[in-house]
């Protein structure tokens, strides 16, 4: 029963997150792509191939959870630590949702480094799998989104000639 519980909280994830990615990719797909006939990259070509890269994990993700539904057998009872591991997976998941599309809105008025920082940064601590313990467990991610951010920025701007947002602080 609680098996069957869990993959249906993750086909309802998968709903959400396929609504997100539709409408990523529909914002994705009205930048500009580049020149006809060209082979340089627009500032499209990025954000259109990380919105299908999200549709592919999410239909991954949907089958996966289709296929855990097929398999829940109908007697069995989850132990406490698999009820919470599926809640743990919703929360994780719904909050990586909302994450993304604060990222989104905040990428234009905030500017790219400064928004990309702290979205890996936030990330980055969801998905270590333990709860924070001191003061070097927010210094690493935080030191992971600023040479991300600054790295990808570069790659961007000084090898595709594609200029990013600057935001707030002109960075």
């Known amino acids: 029963m609680e098996n069957k519980r869990q993959a249906l909280g993750g086909l309802i994830a998968c709903g959400l997150l396929a609504v997100v990615t539709v409408g990523y990719l529909v914002m994705a797909l009205g930048l500009p792509s580049g020149p006809e006939n060209s082979t340089d990259l627009g500032a499209g070509t990025y954000p259109v ?32 630590r698999q009820s919470s591991d599926g809640r743990r997976t919703l929360v994780t ?30 990330f980055a601590m969801i998905f270590r799998g ?21 790295a990808l920025n570069a790659l961007f701007v ?12 002109g960075f």
């Open 93 to 122: 998941l719904v909050g990586s949702v909302l994450l993304t599309a604060a990222y989104v809105a905040a990428f234009e008025p905030v500017g790219f480094i400064i928004a990309t920082t702290l979205y890996l940064a936030v």
């Open 158 to 169: 000084y090898l595709l000639g594609v200029l990013l947002p600057l935001g707030l602080f």
């Open 130 to 150: 333990r709860k924070p313990a001191g003061a070097r467990d927010f210094l690493m991610p935080l030191v992971f989104g600023i040479v991300t951010s600054f």
């Open 49 to 80: 191939w990380v919105g299908i890269l999200l549709a592919a994990l999410t239909l991954t993700m949907a089958v996966q959870s289709i296929l855990q539904l097929k398999r829940a057998a109908p007697g069995r009872v989850a132990t406490k």
